[in-house]
């Protein structure tokens, strides 16, 4: 190693020395900012868990990995499945989807496989939203770049309309996998009410009695209801008492 390398290593600092492999650290030029070194820190730590990629030769699709066994269970889990069979209908998804042309395009099927593991779905069902997702931005952005070359009014309404349409559906799925990986989780609700003197209030499920018979009940699925004991008056305002107004009297009184 040439006394330039070693000064590059040194430069380099320790992290990024234990982060990079030997051979990219001896090419480094120059010494790398605190924040760049978080930067590639953090790099090789998600390349460590994103899984494998794929390998297109021809018509042929593959795990690229050393051992396809430790290949097929890495790739399994960066799309939140232990199916083996669902695994190799997506594959073959994620193919069509990410080749523009007839034959197997690596950079795109392995672009649309990035969209999928970046979301780290944990099971099979956000795995397809996964694949969903990166069909509809495929196909947004196909529509943008028509939408930019457009030669007549009538493609640019086609196109336009089109865009705008992709864009609110990609919007919804975002919106529907937050509501499904939230689904589990309990929501509370804190409200500060304010009872006035002489007025009593309960919490729980209220039954009042409207005008005409029935009653009116909380679903026991809702929140628990506050409000005053049935039959309780309400505190109010006493009115004034008012001079008594004489009545008119009839002509022989």
């Given amino acids: 190693m040439s006394e330039r390398q ?12 234990a982060a990079l492999p030997s051979r990219e650290v001896e090419k480094l030029p120059y010494n790398p900012t605190p924040s760049e070194r ?11 868990k994103k899984g494998p990629r794929l390998k297109v030769a021809g018509s042929s699709v593959k795990i690229d990995h050393p051992d396809p066994a430790f290949g097929l269970i890495a790739m399994l889990k960066a799309v939140g499945s232990t199916d083996r069979y669902f695994l ?3 594959l073959q998804q994620l193919v069509s989807v990410g080749s523009p042309g007839s034959s197997p395009d690596e ?7 990035a969209i ?15 694949a969903q997702m990166g069909a509809v931005h495929n196909a947004t952005m196909t529509f943008a770049r028509r939408l930019a070359h457009v030669e007549t009014i009538q493609q640019q ?34 409200q500060h009410v304010h009872v006035a003197e002489g007025g009593q209030a309960i919490v729980g499920n209220v039954s009042t009695t409207t ?25 109010r305002q006493i009115e004034e ?5 004489p009545r008119a009297s009839g002509s022989g009184e």
Wanted: hydrophobic residues 40%; aromatic residues 6%; without cysteine.
């Fill in 6 to 17: 070693k000064a590059g290593r040194r430069k380099a600092g320790t992290a990024v020395v």
């Fill in 241 to 245: 008492e008012r001079e008594a107004v």
């Fill in 157 to 190: 309404d086609s196109a336009q309309t089109a865009l705008n349409k992709l864009a609110r559906t990609f919007a919804a799925q975002v919106e529907a996998l937050k509501r499904y990986r939230s689904s589990g989780e309990q929501k509370m609700t804190v």
């Fill in 88 to 90: 190799e209908g997506l």
């Fill in 38 to 48: 978080e930067a590639v820190i953090a790099y090789f730590a998600a390349q460590a």
């Fill in 107 to 113: 950079a795109g099927t392995n672009f649309a496989l």
């Fill in 116 to 130: 999928v593991k970046g979301i780290e779905p944990r099971d099979q069902i956000e795995a397809m939203l996964a």
């Fill in 211 to 235: 005008p005409g018979g029935g009653a009116i009940e909380k679903s026991e699925d809702q929140p628990h209801a506050l409000g005053y004991a049935p039959g309780i008056e309400m505190p």
